[in-house]
Each structure stands twice: as structure tokens, then as C-alpha cells.
């Protein structure tokens, strides 16, 4: 049977070295550090195949060009060309691997349309001679082409789905689509199309259909009021990108002009507490000077009474009779000399006071020369504190002045990304108005004869055997009397559903359902898209999470059985795992390990120059 293989993602953009993974024919493993790209890479890989978002990560700036490397069922090559946030892919049937320039050999659009020929989906489906195949849409019988998104979805797994609690069969988990997915595993493990129900509405229907119909006008002419352009989305998110352009170019300034600011203010500040220490400092010496000058003029004016004092006795003694000026005796008491004695006394008594005196000025004089040095300087640097804060006032004034130039100009573009975003939201709410419209405006109506829409029970039972044997390959336990519940549209293990289990065990039973119905289909020669991309496949151990059902433990045992048996895979398999795979894989598998850094080898999906 017809099957595809991938052969390489790659991204591409001027200047840049393109970003890579090439994959095995057969399996191929990419672990390692978590947050380096592996999940990305399963993200993109479903983008490339016609998923409607790709949420870009920073290390991904300035990549232009996505390409996602193909092997048609006949062996030729094919590259499939897709840019960021836009619906149109580019064909060329070459293998190419580097940015691209030339002309493509063909142009459509990422979104399958069943009036439209010109889509991913059905080029591909074609290819693998599934264009005409019909499946059952409504209870009622109606059906619709099948489209490449009712396949990717039983063949690549993201992370959030290994794990969620939607059903592997099932794509969204909501009523409106569940018939729909219900027909494709039915189509896929019997090989059987629905029939087409060619019968018009009744005119109960009609009367309904035409109400919808204007009820979902009315809806888009009112939406269609509050938009405020003419733009298209295309000219929408091109200004959107040139807007967070510039923005980006605006943010570096303004934060530049804030730190300049900071440091001014802080350099303010610095400079007033420095000239309050001045003035404080300054207060002290003044008042030190003061007193230290009075003081002084004491200690002259004791050094001057003492010299006239010494003066003075030297003049008394001259006198010869009369009662001795120095001690007051009589002179019938006084002795000889007694009068020069008594001068030589009161002039060493002097002298002895005066040297004393003199001493402490001595000392008080350095003293005073100092603080008078200290209060010149203090004056001095007081003055050219304050002209400091001058400046810093002048120059925190034109910096301020700048910012609120630069924030003014941030603040429109902000308020004109704004428009752009709620333009952008107006039109996507419009085009999804305009396609369920189209959808209802498609609708078939009751079949007077139901088809049938079981799957036999012979069929679901061989692969419920195929799916046990995966499960035992992987000695995955509490997992025995496997099963897939088409009523329930639920895979049951261990007598529970997977909904009823952990994490690690939901991601486990995803895996096998997925793995199962690949071999299932391949060995039949049953219609596959001919691969599987698995992330996080065999979760070994999870941090507790309050909401966590209790479950079986997952032992290292499921994860190297599980490698070994998917070396066997009879298509193509690709791996994302946090985990270092068994030695064995290591050997005979595609390996990518990304480390997270760049000095340990590869550090991720992206050139280590870009992270």
C-alpha cells in the first residue's frame, strides 16, 4: 500500500545556519535535555503537514523559510516550502535542504477544503490514492471527502496529547467531530470507505439550514462593521510584524535612556549626602575653631598678665624700707636680703607658670592651623558639591525630557498593535463564521437507510491481539486484556480505561494504540500514512501532580523494551524522549542527543550560535 516517508526538516533564513534534522528510513531518536526543541520539532513536522498554528520560539528569529523533506509512495523526492504564520506551501519535487530561491513547481494552501482541489491534503492524498475515499460525518448518514488531518492525527502524537485525556482515536474530542473520527479508524483497521447518501433536506432541514445560514450572515455583517481597515489579514500581520519591529527598536532606547536616569539619580543622591555630610562636618570645626580660638586669646592674655606681674616685682624690690611688698612683713622682721629673695622667688614663679602656659599654646596652635585647613578645604569641595548637583539636576531634566519622548512614541505603537491584534481577531472570528456557513450550506441530509457503522467484531478483535502483543512487548504492567472499545471509542487495559490512569501509563497506552494500528494497517497492506512521531512515549517518572491518579509504576524495563521492540517497526518511527535510549539504539538507530549546552555537542534543534 501507498505510504510516505519524511526525510528532513529544516529551517532556513538569509545569514543564518540552517537548523536540521535528517531522519532514518526506519527509526529515529531525538533525547535529551528538556526545553532544546524536541517537542518543536514534532510541532513543526505537523505544521508542514497542514496544521493551522505554529507558536514560534525566540531561538527561531530570523528563520524564513520552513522545509519538511518527503519520499512519495513512488520514491521521488519532495520538499515541502512553508514560511511562518502563513497558508500557503510551496512544492518542489526535489530534495532541498538549504534556504531556497528558485521557482516552485507547484503553490496550495495549508488548509484542506473539500470544495477546493488545490490544498495540501488533497495533493497528498491523492498521491496516496485516498482522494475519493468518503467517511461518515453526522449520525445521519451524511458524509465528506477524508482529508490528511483525520490521518496525521493517528500518526503523530504531541506531547500534550500522549498525555490528555482525549481518546487516541479521536482527533478533538468533541461531539460535533466524533462521528467523523469513529469512520476513519473504521475506514483505516477495514479498509472501507462510506458510501455517499445522495438525498436533499427535508423541509424541516431546509427551514433550520436557512435559518442558520442568515443567523451566521448576520453574525459576520455585524462583525465585519467593527473592523476599521481595508487590510487583509496578509497586510494585517505583515504590519503587525513591522509594528513589534519597531518596538523592539524603540524598548532598546528607552531602556538605555532609563538606566542613564538611574544612574544620574543615583549619582544625585550620592552627591547630596555627601554635601550634608559637609555641612554637618563644617559645623563641627566651626564650633571646634571657636572655642579653641578662645582659648588661645585666654592663654595670651595670661602669658601678658604674667610678664607684667614679673615686671612689677622687679620694680618692687628696688624699695628699701617699709613692709615688704611680696610677703607683707614688717621691717623689724624681715632679713637681710630678704628682699631680693623674695623677687628672685616671685620671678621663678612667673617664669615657671608663663612656660607652662605657653606649652599648652604651643599645642593648641597645630591644632587650630589644622581645623583651619580643614574648614578652607570643606568650603571648598562644598562648593563644588553643590555645582555638581547642579549639573546632575540639569542633566536628569534633558534625560527625563528624552524619556517621555520615547515613551510617548512606544505608547502609539503599543495602542496602534493593539488595532492591528483586535483587526487580526475580528477576521479570524469572520472566517470561522464563513466556514462553518460553508460547512452547513454542505450538509447532507438524513439517509433513509443508515449505513453501516460498526466495525466487525472479527476485525476489532485482531487488533485488540496486536495491540496486546505491543503491550507485552513493552512488559508494560497491569496492562492484560487490552482492547479498543469502538462504543466508547476508549482503549481499555488492566480492566480500567485510559482515562481512569496516570500519566505515565496514558502516554504508554497512546503509544501502543498508535504503534498497533501502524503495524496493524502495514502488515494488511491496509492504507497508512507509512510513519509515527511519538514525544514523550514511555514517561518514566513525573514530578506528583495534585490532580495525578494513582497508577502503576513505569520501571526502566518498559523503556528498553520499548526500543527494542520499535527497532523492529516495520515503517518509519521517529522518537522524542528526555531519556538516553538503550546502548543497542545508540548503534543501530538515527540519534540526536541535544545537550542544552554548547560546549557538551549538539545543544539543540537550533544552532547553538542562536540559543
Given at each position: 500500500m501507498s505510504e510516505l516517508q519524511l526525510t528532513h526538516l529544516t529551517y532556513c533564513g538569509p545569514n543564518l545556519p540552517p537548523a536540521q534534522i535528517v531522519f532514518g528510513p526506519e527509526l529515529t531518536v531525538i533525547?535529551?535535555?528538556?526545553?532544546?526543541?524536541?517537542?518543536?520539532?514534532?510541532?513543526?513536522?505537523?505544521?508542514?503537514?497542514?496544521?493551522?498554528?505554529?507558536?514560534?520560539?525566540?531561538?527561531?528569529?530570523?528563520?524564513?523559510?520552513?522545509?519538511?523533506?518527503?519520499?512519495?509512495?513512488?520514491?521521488?523526492?519532495?520538499?515541502?516550502?512553508?514560511?511562518?504564520?502563513?497558508?500557503?506551501?510551496?512544492?518542489?519535487?526535489?530534495?532541498?535542504?538549504?534556504?531556497?530561491?528558485?521557482?516552485?513547481?507547484?503553490?496550495?494552501?495549508?488548509?484542506?477544503?473539500?470544495?477546493?482541489?488545490?490544498?495540501?491534503?488533497?495533493?497528498?492524498?491523492?498521491?496516496?490514492?485516498?482522494?475519493?475515499v468518503l467517511i461518515r460525518k453526522n449520525e445521519a448518514g451524511g458524509t465528506r471527502p477524508l482529508a490528511l488531518s483525520d490521518l496525521l492525527h493517528l500518526s503523530l502524537v504531541t506531547e500534550k496529547r500522549m498525555i490528555g485525556d482525549v481518546p487516541p482515536v479521536l482527533r478533538t474530542g468533541t461531539a460535533s467531530t466524533r462521528t467523523a473520527e469513529l469512520s476513519v479508524m473504521r475506514f483505516l483497521i477495514t479498509g472501507e470507505g462510506d458510501p455517499a447518501v445522495d438525498t436533499g433536506l427535508n423541509a424541516g432541514q431546509r427551514r433550520v439550514h436557512k435559518g442558520q445560514v442568515q443567523l451566521l450572515d448576520q453574525l459576520v455583517l455585524d462583525l465585519s462593521a467593527?473592523?476599521?481597515?481595508?487590510?487583509?489579514?496578509?497586510?494585517?500581520?505583515?504590519?503587525?510584524?513591522?509594528?513589534?519591529?519597531?518596538?523592539?527598536?524603540?524598548?532598546?532606547?528607552?531602556?538605555?535612556?532609563?538606566?542613564?536616569?538611574?544612574?544620574?539619580?543615583?549619582?544625585?543622591?550620592?552627591?547630596?549626602?555627601?554635601?550634608?555630610?559637609?555641612?554637618?562636618?563644617?559645623?563641627?570645626?566651626?564650633?571646634?575653631?571657636?572655642?579653641?580660638?578662645?582659648?588661645?586669646?585666654?592663654?595670651?592674655?595670661?602669658?601678658?598678665?604674667?610678664?607684667?606681674?614679673?615686671?612689677?616685682?622687679?620694680?618692687?624690690?628696688?624699695?628699701?624700707?617699709?613692709?615688704?611688698?611680696?610677703?607683707?612683713?614688717?621691717?623689724?622682721?624681715?632679713?637681710?636680703?630678704?628682699?631680693?629673695?623674695?623677687?628672685?622667688?616671685?620671678?621663678?614663679?612667673?617664669?615657671?607658670?608663663?612656660?607652662?602656659?605657653?606649652?599648652?599654646?604651643?599645642?593648641?596652635?597645630?591644632?587650630?592651623?589644622?581645623?583651619?585647613?580643614?574648614?578652607?578645604?570643606?568650603?571648598?569641595?562644598?562648593v563644588e558639591a553643590q555645582s555638581d548637583i547642579g549639573v546632575w539636576d540639569q542633566i536628569i531634566a534633558d534625560l527625563e525630557g528624552g524619556i517621555a519622548a520615547l515613551r510617548s512614541n512606544v505608547e502609539e505603537l503599543v495602542e496602534e498593535r493593539s488595532v492591528v491584534e483586535r483587526e487580526l481577531e475580528l477576521q479570524t472570528r469572520i472566517a470561522e463564521l464563513d466556514d462553518k456557513k460553508s460547512r452547513l450550506v454542505g450538509e447532507g441530509a438524513v439517509a433513509t437507510t443508515r449505513p453501516t457503522q460498526h466495525i466487525p467484531t472479527a476485525t476489532v478483535g485482531a487488533f485488540d491481539s496486536i495491540l496486546q502483543q505491543t503491550l507485552n512487548a513493552w512488559q508494560v504492567?497491569?496492562?492484560?486484556?487490552?482492547?479498543?472499545?469502538?462504543?466508547?471509542?476508549?482503549?481499555?487495559?488492566?480492566?480500567?480505561?485510559?482515562?481512569?490512569?496516570?500519566?505515565?501509563?496514558?502516554?504508554?497506552?497512546?503509544?501502543?494504540?498508535?504503534?498497533?494500528?501502524?503495524?496493524?494497517?502495514?502488515?494488511?497492506?491496509?492504507?497508512?500514512?507509512?510513519?509515527?512521531?511519538?514525544?514523550?512515549p514511555v514517561v518514566t517518572f513525573r514530578d506528583p501532580e495534585p490532580d495525578d491518579i494513582d497508577d502503576v509504576e513505569l520501571t526502566s524495563t518498559v523503556v528498553d523494551r520499548f526500543y527494542k521492540d520499535m527497532l523492529s517497526f516495520p515503517g518509519q518511527a521517529i522518537i522524542m524522549e528526555n531519556g538516553d535510549p538503550p546502548t543497542k539504539v545508540l548503534s543501530e538507530a538515527v540519534t540526536y542527543h541535544f545537550t542544552g549546552t554548547a560546549s557538551g555537542g549538539r545543544a539543540g534543534f537550533f544552532p547553538a550560535s542562536m540559543r
Open positions: 533525547y535529551g535535555t528538556s526545553d532544546t526543541g524536541k517537542s518543536f520539532i514534532v510541532k513543526s513536522i505537523e505544521y508542514m503537514l497542514g496544521g493551522t498554528d505554529l507558536a514560534m520560539v525566540p531561538e527561531g528569529d530570523g528563520y524564513t523559510q520552513i522545509l519538511l523533506g518527503l519520499l512519495m509512495p513512488d520514491g521521488s523526492p519532495l520538499t515541502l516550502l512553508r514560511a511562518p504564520d502563513s497558508n500557503s506551501i510551496f512544492l518542489y519535487r526535489a530534495d532541498l535542504r538549504d534556504l531556497v530561491m528558485g521557482t516552485p513547481d507547484a503553490s496550495v494552501t495549508a488548509v484542506h477544503n473539500a470544495r477546493s482541489r488545490n490544498s495540501l491534503s488533497i495533493h497528498l492524498l491523492r498521491a496516496l490514492g485516498l482522494d475519493e467593527k473592523l476599521v481597515t481595508q487590510e487583509n489579514e496578509r497586510q494585517l500581520r505583515d504590519r503587525l510584524i513591522r509594528i513589534r519591529t519597531a518596538l523592539d527598536q524603540q524598548s532598546a532606547p528607552l531602556r538605555q535612556v532609563n538606566e542613564s536616569h538611574r544612574e544620574a539619580v543615583d549619582s544625585r543622591m550620592e552627591t547630596a549626602r555627601e554635601l550634608a555630610a559637609l555641612d554637618e562636618r563644617l559645623t563641627e570645626v566651626s564650633d571646634l575653631l571657636g572655642r579653641f580660638k578662645l582659648l588661645e586669646a585666654q592663654y595670651r592674655s595670661d602669658l601678658e598678665r604674667l610678664a607684667m606681674v614679673n615686671e612689677a616685682g622687679s620694680i618692687l624690690g628696688y624699695f628699701k624700707v617699709g613692709t615688704c611688698p611680696f610677703c607683707g612683713a614688717e621691717r623689724e622682721h624681715q632679713q637681710a636680703n630678704h628682699r631680693v629673695e623674695e623677687t628672685t622667688q616671685l620671678h621663678i614663679a612667673v617664669q615657671a607658670e608663663a612656660a607652662k602656659t605657653t606649652a599648652l599654646l604651643a599645642d593648641l596652635l597645630p591644632t587650630i592651623a589644622d581645623l583651619d585647613g580643614e574648614q578652607t578645604a570643606l568650603i571648598s569641595r562644598r504492567p497491569a496492562a492484560d486484556h487490552a482492547e479498543y472499545d469502538q462504543y466508547y471509542a476508549e482503549i481499555r487495559a488492566g480492566g480500567r480505561k485510559r482515562i481512569e490512569r496516570g500519566k505515565g501509563m496514558r502516554s504508554v497506552l497512546h503509544s501502543a494504540f498508535t504503534t498497533a494500528l501502524a503495524r496493524f494497517c502495514m502488515d494488511r497492506d491496509l492504507h497508512h500514512l507509512g510513519f509515527v512521531v511519538l514525544d514523550s
